[in-house]
């Protein structure tokens, strides 16, 4: 508390109630409360873990916008920094992971466990701008950074293309939307952080097996433009 508020981070007593509220959701904290006979109950604060705990999953992705039908139970607990926590939220009593997240650890349970994960997060990848720098480090992080960079360049060769076997009605929408994106990345200069080899192997193989027809139909899918 006194090293935060001597950096500065709290600045607000809203900020401070949000940070400790996170903290009783990733167990970290554990809190009591005790009738001191003032308006408000005094909350006493314990430690209970040195780890956050946040949830991921395929029901955490359609929270955050995928276009399936996934079972609403498909969700797991994992451990992670407090960089990962202050990046969550908090959404009917469950603590989400961020996106980049979620994505991250979709990566990396399809490469280990081959649950098929991989075409949610290429049709994410394609339809949101994500926060590049953080993803890339997360995934090498969790060794899935190679196979995520070559998401992102299976993206851009697909997009780029002039010759597809999907219908134009669907194509076109695909591509220019992520064509958008990739700007936007270009500009801030993140592209570039795609030409660094990455870390780990993980995934690698099945990223390779996408095939333009993939990639172009679960984006589609994920704007809305086919069924």
């Known amino acids: ?36 006979g003032s308006v408000n109950l005094q909350q006493l604060y314990r430690v209970r873990s040195k780890r956050p705990k946040i949830t991921v999953g395929l029901a955490v992705l359609r929270w955050h916008g995928l276009n399936w039908d996934v079972p609403e139970t498909e969700m797991r607990k994992v451990s992670t920094d407090f960089e990962g926590l202050v990046r969550s939220a908090v959404f009917e009593n469950l603590l989400m992971a961020s996106l980049e997240d979620s994505l991250v650890h979709e990566t990396y349970m399809d490469a280990k466990k081959g649950t098929g994960a991989a075409s949610f997060v290429v049709a994410m990848l394609t339809t949101r701008k994500l926060d590049m720098p953080y993803i890339l480090r997360r995934a090498d992080e969790m060794h899935v950074g190679r196979a995520l960079r070559l998401m992102f360049s299976r993206i851009m060769e697909t997009a780029s293309s002039r010759e597809t076997e999907v219908s134009a009605s669907v194509f076109f929408p695909v591509r220019s939307h992520f064509l ?41 899918k994920q704007l809305g433009v086919t069924g």
């Open 180 to 220: 958008n994106i990739a700007r936007q990345y270009a500009q801030s200069g993140f592209w570039k952080l795609l030409d660094s080899k990455g870390a780990g192997e993980l995934g690698l193989r099945i990223v390779e097996s996408l095939t333009d027809y993939d990639i172009v139909m679960t984006a589609g």
């Open 1 to 36: 508390m006194l090293e935060a508020a001597r950096q500065g981070a709290l600045r607000r007593h809203e900020t401070l109630r949000r940070y400790l509220d996170l903290l009783v959701k990733s167990e970290v904290l554990s809190v009591q409360l005790r009738d001191v």
